[in-house]
């Protein structure tokens, strides 16, 4: 029998950092589905691409102003009647040796993506539990299992928001309506390299860094198989991990990472990364 489309299970849903990547696959691929689409941008004027499409909805939304980004996800919900799915995917990354890096600048990352996606999270949660149904997805990152040298304020944000969702499945109870998804995607054929910022003085160490970071992205999978990941875990809609990427970063490393001790772990992924 074919797969239900995600309409029959999700009326609507609210998709952040939905411009460029992977937001713009899971956006593109709900609207295909039939799923009314409320999607975020720091600048409207990015959405064109979907704001064209029927049932798809602008929204004007910065990570870096909390307030006035959960205003917009109230006035979104208040609008939607509720979203039956919520896809924190909005994020940013700053690269540059932690210790060489104004305290400031990765200060501010953490604040953006995670107090601010927090916030969201929090109030999506709330407007679904208090209405029995809804899927709440945390973009988070395979960054959590294998931290990346020179995106510390990144690995941190997206840990804390993997822990977080962690302590929520733990209170949803089974089968009772409510998920929520940490989704991990490894690394995929978008545009986040070039749209990272750089901090820092550049060292040859972080030189080669950097050229393995573009030249695993330049290899990587395209966004379909992330949305097609996606796509699975919605249709089985309950709490839990979802890696996604190539067969090695999704399914072999993290196998490995668990049988391996932490030392020989972080002696690979040093040299893997032109460190040692």
Same mark, same amino acid.
Not at 11 to 38: D, K, M, N, P
Not at 55 to 76: C, E, I, K, S
Not at 225 to 254: E, K, T
């Given at each position: 029998?074919?797969?239900?489309?995600?309409?029959?299970?999700?009326?609507?849903?609210?998709?952040?950092?939905?411009?460029?990547?992977?937001?713009?696959?899971?956006?593109?691929?709900?609207?295909?589905?039939?799923?009314?689409?409320?999607?975020?941008?720091?600048?409207?004027?990015?959405?064109?691409?979907?704001?064209?499409?029927?049932?798809?909805?602008?929204?004007?939304?910065?990570?870096?102003? /909390?307030? +006035? #980004?959960?205003?917009?996800?109230?006035?979104?919900?208040? !609008?939607? &009647? *509720?979203?039956?799915? $919520?896809i924190n995917n909005a994020g940013f990354g700053v690269f540059g040796g932690t210790a060489a890096t104004d305290a400031d600048v990765w200060r501010d990352q953490i604040d953006?993506?995670?107090q601010t996606t927090l916030r969201l999270a929090h109030d999506a949660l709330r407007d679904m539990t208090a209405r029995g149904r809804g899927v709440l997805v945390n973009v988070?990152?395979?960054?959590?299992?294998?931290?990346?040298?020179?995106?510390?304020?990144?690995?941190?944000?997206?840990? /804390?928001? +993997? #822990?977080?969702?962690?302590?929520?499945?733990?209170?949803? !109870?089974? &089968? *009772?309506?409510?998920? $929520?998804?940490?989704?991990?995607?490894?690394?995929?054929?978008?545009?986040?390299?070039?749209?990272?910022?750089?901090?820092?003085?550049?060292?040859?160490?972080?030189?080669?860094?950097?050229?393995?970071?573009?030249?695993?992205?330049?290899?990587?999978?395209?966004?379909?198989?992330?949305?097609?990941?996606?796509?699975?875990?919605?249709?089985?809609?309950?709490?839990?991990?979802?890696?996604?990427?190539?067969?090695?970063?999704?399914?072999?490393?993290?196998?490995? #990472?668990?049988?391996?001790?932490?030392?020989?772990?972080? !002696?690979?992924?040093?040299?893997?990364?032109?460190?040692?």
């Open positions: 029998m074919p797969a239900p489309a995600l309409a029959t299970l999700y009326r609507t849903a609210f998709v952040t950092g939905a411009s460029a990547g992977l937001g713009f696959a899971f956006a593109e691929h709900l609207l295909a589905e039939g799923v009314c689409v409320w999607g975020t941008a720091r600048d409207p004027a990015r959405l064109g691409a979907l704001a064209a499409r029927p049932g798809f909805t602008a929204v004007a939304l910065d990570l870096r102003d /909390g307030p +006035a #980004a959960g205003a917009a996800l109230q006035q979104a919900m208040s !609008a939607a &009647g *509720g979203f039956d799915l $919520v953006a993506m995670l988070t990152s395979l960054a959590v299992e294998f931290p990346l040298p020179g995106l510390s304020g990144y690995n941190v944000a997206k840990a /804390g928001l +993997a #822990a977080w969702s962690e302590s929520v499945a733990y209170e949803l !109870a089974p &089968g *009772g309506g409510v998920a $929520v998804i940490d989704f991990r995607p490894g690394d995929y054929r978008t545009d986040f390299n070039r749209a990272t910022a750089h901090a820092g003085a550049a060292t040859p160490a972080l030189d080669r860094v950097w050229r393995r970071l573009e030249a695993n992205l330049a290899a990587a999978p395209a966004p379909a198989r992330a949305v097609a990941d996606l796509h699975r875990a919605l249709l089985r809609p309950r709490s839990g991990v979802v890696r996604s990427g190539d067969f090695f970063q999704a399914r072999l490393a993290p196998l490995l #990472a668990r049988l391996a001790p932490a030392g020989l772990r972080r !002696a690979v992924q040093r040299r893997y990364f032109g460190l040692s």
